[in-house]
């Protein structure tokens, strides 16, 4: 029997045979016999209520590849280098690897002490029900909110498009993205509800492929680290490992969220309880493994990378690092091939996500919220008895609507931000909730109790987790501020850019620009890739006592800051004109004015007299609500692919017109 914390029992009154009587004149009346029958608020039996499809088929080893197949998604194979850039240092880097696994198992060992007490499917929604009980579909409500709305698993089903297009060497669009990833969700709808047997064995066996490839990673990584491979110095990086680390909490902070996402999934089992044997014995076993598992394979995976590439080759990798490792050592055959892996990995991301969503939203279903064709509908495991079809719709629907709905470069940046900050709102409500319940219900059973001062560390980081969105960037604007479509924000120091957005009606570019503190002489610009979620760096600017003295595109050599922008005669007399090739056979020219610098074609033959970029230094312009005086560029469209190489030479005339040397 459910705790009375979980479960309301209403008294149904069912007469029994022997009860039936008739009402004779002058007979006494018997006493009516009733049966106790326990009826949850969507009117379900506690057998209906805890129906799992297939029963209790999920053991140890399932629950704990359940664990592992979910937090191993693309993470691994991309936020070690933008993690190394933002702290500095390969030591600084490792630990915070071991940082993200110690916070993560504090939060483990609290939904351990939930789940060993309310071992029921729903995961956090139970445990907020167990709490906070008025007013009453307070906790379900919201939980339903965020666990519908931003519960979808989008980004997985494109960036398996996005990499399956790239492994066969065909061109990228928009709706040959859209329409894989649309494949994707459909097919893994299907997969769980008519054949869950099925689905589950192919969780566990990409699940399986996953640790392989994590495995051989490792294990080349130990054969690089003993010298005997063509890698020059592989021990280089862990000489003096913490020299030029940041020192900017900020820097930490972020790498620390980043490292926090990698490791997300640890809680998947607490999901689908009812579907697990001996679920209170099998939770202890299967979180503490499959958590220990990813940790050690993320932190030896690291090493790997660190082994076969130099640092600065890791921070200009972008979000491919592994891709970076299999070309060092295998060749440019492997990189490509690596395509194909993480496809593989965000496929059975999107699998084991999608399994336990559909159980989220089924336990919904049971609380009784008036919805659409009745509760017991949505709540069943309609219509083959093995697997909740209508939880799976109620997870496809969002899903289909992120996919094809807004603009993937505008979108994806915006929806990685919404989808995290409330949970973080849940677990901060999860964990005060733990202490509630020690103080009120201590005499609830609890077969796994966890050390206080870990919850309290667990509690302490949840908070900064909520403050840190509202402590103001460094920038002044963040990564998205509302722009019309044709303006592209730039927020100047005397030495650098820091951010930069570039957007028109139907798409948007995102770029990160900065100078770390710790190596003042090395600007690098950054665009950003929405399907990853992370930054490929596009371009670098070496300068010598702010003079800038050297030029690298998309990670390339570097070449004289002289030869790639030149200085050339302009149109009148006086003016000052920089002269450039984007890489792709477009040459430009920039033209300074006192009040601005326009672009121009400086090809052969093109008679355009408009420009085709203006960088207004000082005009003030409206954004959404308010007055901006930040300088802003404004770019035609017809230039848009270039717009890399523009920002690029930007910076450069720019620093040159502010530090005086422009003649």
């Keep these: 029997m459910m705790p009375g914390s979980l479960w309301t029992r209403f008294r149904k009154t069912e007469p029994s045979d022997e009860a039936s009587f008739d009402h004779d004149v002058g007979e006494k009346q018997p006493k009516q016999e009733v049966t106790l029958v326990d009826v949850g608020p969507g009117g379900l039996s506690f057998e209906e209520d805890t129906a799992g499809g297939l029963g209790r088929h999920l053991g140890v080893t399932s629950c704990t590849l359940l664990i592992v197949g979910r937090i191993i998604g693309t993470g691994i194979f ?226 790997a990378y660190f082994s076969a590439a130099t640092k600065a080759q890791i921070e200009s990798s972008g979000v491919t690092v592994a891709a970076l490792f299999f070309k060092n050592v295998f060749g440019t055959a492997a990189e490509r091939a690596l395509s194909v892996f993480v496809a593989l990995s965000a496929l059975g991301n999107v699998i084991t996500s999608t399994f336990a969503a559909a159980r989220v939203n089924q336990e919904l279903a049971k609380e009784g919220i008036p919805l659409p064709f009745g509760n017991k509908f949505w709540a069943s495991n309609w219509p083959t008895g093995k697997a909740p079809l209508p939880g799976l719709v109620i997870h496809l629907i969002p899903s289909v609507i992120v996919i094809l709905g807004p603009p993937m470069n505008v979108a994806y940046p915006f929806i990685l931000d919404v989808e995290g900050y409330p949970s973080q709102i849940i677990s901060f409500f999860v964990v005060i909730g733990l202490f509630w319940l020690r103080w009120k219900r201590p005499d609830i059973h609890r077969p796994f ?48 850019l820091l951010n930069t957005t570039v957007s028109n009606e139907t798409d948007a570019i995102y770029y990160d620009i900065q100078t770390p ?58 003016e000052s004109r920089w002269q450039f090739d984007d890489g792709e056979g477009n040459i430009f020219a920039w033209t300074v004015t006192d009040k601005q610098l326009e672009l121009h074609s400086a090809e052969e033959g093109v008679k355009i007299k408009r420009p085709l970029a203006t960088f207004h230094q000082h005009k003030r312009h409206l954004l959404v609500g308010m007055i901006s005086q930040y300088a802003y560029l404004e770019i035609d469209n017809s230039v848009i692919d270039s717009v890399d190489a523009i920002i690029v030479s930007l910076l450069i005339v720019e620093r040159k017109r502010r530090s005086g040397m422009l003649a």
């Excluded at 931003?150 to 297009?165: K, M, P, Q, R």
């Excluded at 490992?241 to 909490?249: I, L």
């Excluded at 003079?547 to 050599?557: D, F, I, M, Q, R």
């Design 78 to 303: 991309s936020t070690p280098s933008s993690i190394l850039s933002g702290v500095g240092s390969v030591g600084a880097s490792l630990m915070l690897w071991v940082l993200g696994f110690a916070l993560s198992f504090c939060g483990l060992f609290i939904w351990l002490e939930f789940g060993t007490m309310y071992p029921r499917s729903g995961g956090e929604k139970v445990y907020l029900e167990a709490v906070y009980r008025r007013p009453k579909y307070l906790a379900t409500v919201i939980f339903a909110a965020n666990a519908i709305l931003l519960g979808f698993t989008a980004s997985g089903c494109i960036v398996f498009a996005s990499n399956i297009l790239i492994s066969a060497g065909e061109v990228a669009t928009n709706w040959s993205e859209r329409g894989i990833a649309l494949g994707v969700i459909t097919f893994v709808t299907l997969l769980h509800a008519f054949t869950p047997r099925t689905g589950v064995y192919l969780m566990n066996l990409l699940t399986v492929f996953k640790l392989i490839i994590l495995i051989f990673i490792v294990i080349t990584g130990w054969v690089v680290l003993s010298g005997k491979t063509h890698i020059t110095n592989p021990q280089a990086n862990f000489v003096n490992a913490f020299a030029g680390s940041s020192h900017s909490g900020g820097d930490y902070a972020t790498a620390t969220f980043k490292v926090l996402y990698a490791y997300a999934g640890w809680s998947n089992v607490n999901y689908v309880l009812n579907n697990v044997r001996n679920p209170v014995r099998t939770l202890k076993i299967a979180g503490p493994l499959g958590l220990g598992i990813c940790a050690a394979l993320y932190i030896l995976a690291n090493v």
């Design 449 to 496: 109790k966890v050390w206080w001062p870990l919850a309290v560390f667990y509690l302490v980081v949840a908070v900064a987790l909520m403050v840190a969105p509202f402590v103001p960037p460094s920038n002044g604007v963040g990564d998205t501020p509302p722009l019309p479509y044709y303006l592209c924000i730039l927020t100047f120091t005397t030495a650098y």
């Design 517 to 574: 503190e710790w190596e003042p002489h090395l600007t690098t610009v950054r665009r950003l890739d929405p399907r990853m979620g992370m930054y490929e760096l596009t371009g670098s600017i070496r300068s010598d006592a702010d003079k800038p003295v050297a030029v690298s595109l998309y990670g390339g050599e570097f070449e004289p800051e002289g030869q790639w922008i030149k200085k050339v005669d302009g149109t009148k007399p006086g």
